[in-house]
């Protein structure tokens, strides 16, 4: 190993230490499972928008997106941005401040399945089962997604072992993640947001600096028709149509991500709520536009160099190895790629705290014993953690898979499964049990369906899975609310208790 190669390789393990650390300063604070999913609803308006949006954008930030970039150009990848930074905003501004509420009055929820079984009043537990299936389902493949992230870093940087690289990082995450809890992964994932934002930007400037700035990049991408183009079709009208629409449809995701709604249930005070959204909502816009430059400069840099979508996903690694050359500058570098773990970690930490809850706190104690104690449940839910983290990486273990092709997936999912009944918890009270599990279940299904069933006949099909999944759970909860018993007196009470303090912020 190189002198370089050594220097970046010890300014990544020192940040990997240090977030280990900070799960060890955590780990006392956890004494109920409130405090451990929740961080006690203590939460500042910093640490609040900053976790939720490094916690949503995982390695897909850094290589997932720009990987994609590096091969296709803005034609597809820049509406998905586009699309992601407007989901964000809506999340913030439609969602943020009614789940804050909603949450407190159906009886101190601390989970999104808590929630959903306390507002539709659901005493047999339905919601809670299908909701630690789905999230069992979806998170264990985003979790794979962020370990193969980062054994491709170290695989790509170093020519250390795939496997290895992955179960080492793994086993890091696992760790502060079972010690340290919500208020461990939160802080975390401050600390790794500010990382993220500025290795972006820093990467960018130091690459168009090596390409003769905007003009150097724009004289290569002009020799590949569309590729500096969101309005290209690749071909026809209707293939255009399909992937503006497929890019904007990540956007809806939003309104079902799990790690990111709690985010808005632990800050300290609603009215916090509007800082948050201004501060996530300007680090996402910048963040995502760091992101499709760092595609683009990297094609117009090294335009033979990667091939395939795995091998484009290491496009931001490629340019810091390549440009932090000298002196201590691969220290730089080093920094500079623990964005890269930054991202994934602060992804994987919150997947697996969120899944865990939904087995240790909604089906251990929800269901199989309700008489649990708070240490029973910690117990579990730390067992429940290294489980799903095993399953994870085993799923992992295949280095060529697509980091973005996997986030898709696990995406839509969520998106589709929660982000309906989510928004129509909030906004109509007409919405009752059955209509929740019947969105739930059309929504989580038809992204599978569509995705192995008939996406692979193209044309229409082609379309990015969340989009029909998402309006056909949406159908299913208003159909079938209507077609069974309005919701109980209690249910309508509850609702209109918490309409009157919505009214006040």
Known sequence: MSEQEMMILGAMIAYLVMIVIVGLAFSKKNKTSEEFYLGGRGMGPWITAMSAEASDMSGWLLMGLPGAAYLMGLSSEGWTAIGLALGTYLNWRFTAVPLRIYTHIADNSITIPDYLSNRFHDRKKILMNLAALFFFIFFIAYAAAGFNACGKVFESLFGFNYQASMMVSAFVIVIYTVVGGFLAESTVDFIQGILMFFALIFIVCVALVKADGFSGVTAFTDTVPGFFSL?????????????????????????????????????????????????????????????????????????????????????????????????????IGGIMLSGILAAQISSSDSQLLVAS????????????????????????????????????????????????????????????????????????????????????????????????????????????????????????????????????????????????????H
Not at 266 to 282: F, Q, V
């Open 231 to 331: 309005f290209d079709a690749g071909g026809t009208f209707a293939g255009g149509v399909i992937k503006t629409l497929s890019g904007l449809a990540w956007g809806l995701g939003y309104f079902g991500m799990p790690h990111v709604l709690l985010r808005f249930m632990a800050i300290r005070d609603a009215s916090e709520l509007k800082k948050s959204r201004r501060i996530g909502t300007s680090w996402v816009i910048i963040s995502l536009g760091m992101a499709l430059c760092i595609g683009v400069v990297g094609r117009a840099l090294y335009p033979d160099l990667l091939h395939t979508s795995s091998e484009a996903e290491t496009i931001f690694v490629v340019l810091c190895e390549d440009l932090m050359q000298g002196g201590l500058l691969p220290i």
């Open 357 to 504: 809850s939904a087995i240790s706190q909604n089906f251990y104690k929800g269901l199989l014993k309700p008489n649990a104690s708070e240490k029973q449940v910690l117990w579990v839910s730390r067992l429940t953690i290294i489980i799903i983290a095993v399953v994870a990486a085993v799923l992992a273990l295949n280095p060529e898979s697509s980091v973005f092709d996997v986030v898709s997936l696990a995406w839509a999912g969520l998106g589709a499964t929660f982000g309906p009944l989510i928004l129509f918890s909030l906004y109509w009270k007409r919405t009752n049990l059955w209509g929740a599990v019947a969105g739930m279940i059309s929504g989580g299904g038809m992204v599978l369906i569509w995705k192995y069933l008939l996406k692979p006949l193209g044309g229409f099909f082609s379309l990015y899975e969340l989009l029909p999944a998402f309006l056909i759970s949406g159908l299913a909860i208003v159909l079938v609310s209507l077609a069974t018993p309005e919701p109980a007196a209690s249910v309508y009470a509850e609702f209109e208790e918490y309409k009157a303090q919505l009214a006040k």
